[in-house]
């Protein structure tokens, strides 16, 4: 199907999936998370040039995710109660300053700002784009939602290969390539959104069925599931924050490596959590979400713990089997939410979403800030046992 086909198309059946419009919005969060994602990759380049502590580092991921989880859930909201087809590449114009903003300025509060600009571009992308593709999706709803986060994940596995190759020779500077990117990204949404414009009228009247349909809702249900969700984001996004950002520093001290080395084991973690979030979702429409999610924690729990011992070798395959367990869960929890609550698509994908960038900008400061009392060797020794708390999982209901 071409995109003119799609432009002129003003409704489509309602168990038909239209792939190209998934397959643009996995390649504009691949992006997206690309240049979200070069900001932690950054992080030994700006100790190095700014003379941070680790504290101040944790700041700077507190900042991105912080201004993420608190504008996430605003504009899911915000999207189930109006109709604004060309939120998408307006967020990411505010992407696209904070990128330059960040290549331009060498001062640090300066530096928070640009952070900032791409956290609020990265608050409206993924609410709104996940209501695009759950439009999009038909009756391949897992599907079409594991494409789309797989995109979002490829973007944040490649930042560390990007930030080896691009910054180490160029410095901070070098994100001022990343605009180009940015740049592409608008160009595909204003597509996207033409397309969601056209489509909408059709979508909204099944909306509000499926509303007639699902208007009672036990509160109590969702009171305690979310209770649970929480405590497992909570897990899952420290333990990720504690790779993606500290690790780096973690191997590069322990087995004595250089920056671009060190970027290798962070990139196989982020990889496997591409295959595990394909698989995940896909596996997940036939074995339950709960069932995922809980394989996901259990399943990490042997390689986390042996991580901190591990050979320079083994540590590279415990980190790819770790980022593939673990990140398998990430569009599991999302739709196993939408499920719970289907006619609060963009509230419940924004709540969701915001819980884990706040919880993970949470977790970067404090990590961050108990490395500079502790130590960093102890901090990720004690990291390792997170994914324990995974068996609180048990005590959700089955789900769809």
Same mark, same amino acid.
């Given at each position: 199907?071409?995109?003119?086909?799609?432009?002129?198309?003003?409704?489509?059946?309602? !168990?038909?999936?239209?792939?190209?419009?998934?397959?643009?919005?996995?390649?504009?969060?691949?992006?997206?998370?690309?240049?979200?994602?070069?900001?932690?990759?950054?992080?030994?380049?700006?100790?190095?040039?700014?003379?941070?502590?680790?504290?101040?580092?944790?700041?700077?991921?507190?900042?991105?995710?912080?201004?993420?989880?608190?504008?996430?859930?605003?504009?899911?909201?915000?999207?189930?109660?109006?109709?604004?087809?060309?939120?998408?590449?307006?967020?990411?114009?505010?992407?696209?300053?904070?990128?330059?903003?960040?290549?331009?300025?060498?001062?640090?509060?300066?530096?928070?700002?640009?952070?900032?600009?791409?956290?609020?571009?990265?608050?409206?992308?993924?609410?709104?784009?996940?209501?695009?593709?759950?439009?999009?999706?038909?009756?391949?709803?897992?599907?079409?939602?594991?494409?789309?986060?797989?995109?979002? !994940?490829?973007?944040?596995?490649?930042?560390?290969?990007?930030?080896?190759?691009?910054?180490?020779?160029?410095?901070?500077?070098?994100?001022?390539?990343?605009?180009?990117?940015?740049?592409?990204?608008?160009?595909?949404?204003?597509?996207?959104?033409?397309?969601?414009?056209?489509?909408?009228?059709?979508?909204?009247?099944?909306?509000?069925?499926?509303?007639?349909?699902?208007?009672?809702?036990?509160?109590?249900?969702?009171?305690?599931?979310?209770?649970?969700?929480?405590?497992?984001?909570?897990?899952?996004?420290?333990?990720?924050?504690?790779?993606?950002?500290?690790?780096?520093?973690?191997?590069?001290?322990?087995?004595?490596?250089?920056?671009?080395?060190?970027?290798?084991?962070?990139?196989?973690?982020?990889?496997?959590?591409?295959?595990?979030?394909?698989?995940?979702?896909?596996?997940?429409?036939?074995?339950?979400?709960?069932?995922?999610?809980?394989?996901?924690?259990?399943?990490?729990?042997?390689?986390?713990?042996?991580?901190?011992?591990?050979?320079?070798?083994?540590?590279?395959?415990?980190?790819?089997?770790?980022?593939?367990?673990?990140?398998?869960?990430?569009?599991?929890?999302?739709?196993?939410?939408?499920?719970?609550?289907?006619?609060?698509?963009?509230?419940?994908?924004?709540?969701?979403?915001?819980?884990?960038?706040?919880?993970?900008?949470?977790?970067?400061?404090?990590?961050?800030?108990?490395?500079?009392?502790?130590?960093?060797?102890?901090?990720?020794?004690?990291?390792?046992?997170?994914?324990?708390?995974?068996?609180?999982?048990?005590?959700?209901?089955?789900? !769809?």
């Amino acid at each position: 199907m071409s995109m003119v086909q799609v432009e002129k198309q003003t409704e489509i059946p309602q !168990n038909q999936t239209v792939f190209i419009i998934v397959y643009l919005m996995g390649f504009t969060h691949f992006l997206n998370d690309l240049v979200q994602a070069i900001v932690p990759a950054l992080y030994p380049i700006l100790r190095e040039s700014l003379n941070l502590s680790y504290f101040q580092i944790g700041i700077l991921g507190f900042t991105l995710s912080i201004t993420t989880a608190i504008i996430q859930p605003f504009m899911g909201w915000w999207g189930d109660t109006r109709f604004n087809p060309y939120s998408l590449p307006l967020g990411m114009l505010f992407t696209l300053i904070g990128v330059l903003f960040i290549g331009i300025v060498d001062d640090y509060y300066l530096l928070l700002i640009g952070i900032m600009f791409i956290g609020i571009g990265s608050a409206v992308f993924h609410p709104e784009g996940s209501r695009v593709v759950y439009f999009a999706a038909g009756n391949k709803r897992g599907l079409s939602q594991s494409i789309f986060q797989v995109g979002g !994940n490829f973007g944040q596995a490649f930042a560390p290969i990007m930030a080896a190759l691009v910054f180490a020779p160029l410095g901070k500077s070098g994100t001022l390539w990343f605009s180009v990117a940015v740049m592409i990204a608008i160009l595909f949404l204003m597509k996207v959104s033409i397309w969601y414009k056209k489509t909408y009228s059709h979508q909204i009247l099944k909306k509000k069925q499926s509303n007639h349909q699902t208007s009672h809702i036990d509160k109590k249900k969702i009171i305690y599931v979310f209770s649970i969700l929480i405590i497992f984001i909570i897990a899952r996004t420290w333990y990720y924050s504690g790779i993606t950002s500290y690790y780096q520093f973690y191997i590069m001290e322990k087995y004595r490596l250089t920056f671009s080395d060190a970027q290798v084991y962070v990139f196989l973690f982020l990889f496997g959590g591409v295959l595990g979030t394909f698989l995940g979702g896909t596996l997940s429409d036939r074995w339950g979400r709960k069932n995922i999610m809980l394989l996901s924690m259990f399943g990490t729990v042997p390689f986390s713990l042996a991580l901190p011992f591990a050979t320079p070798y083994w540590a590279m395959l415990f980190c790819f089997m770790i980022g593939l367990i673990m990140l398998s869960s990430f569009t599991v929890m999302v739709v196993y939410a939408q499920e719970l609550i289907p006619n609060k698509i963009g509230t419940v994908t924004g709540i969701i979403l915001g819980l884990a960038f706040g919880l993970g900008a949470i977790g970067s400061g404090v990590l961050g800030l108990t490395i500079d009392i502790i130590d960093l060797d102890q901090v990720m020794y004690w990291l390792s046992f997170l994914p324990l708390v995974g068996i609180l999982l048990i005590f959700l209901p089955k789900g !769809n």
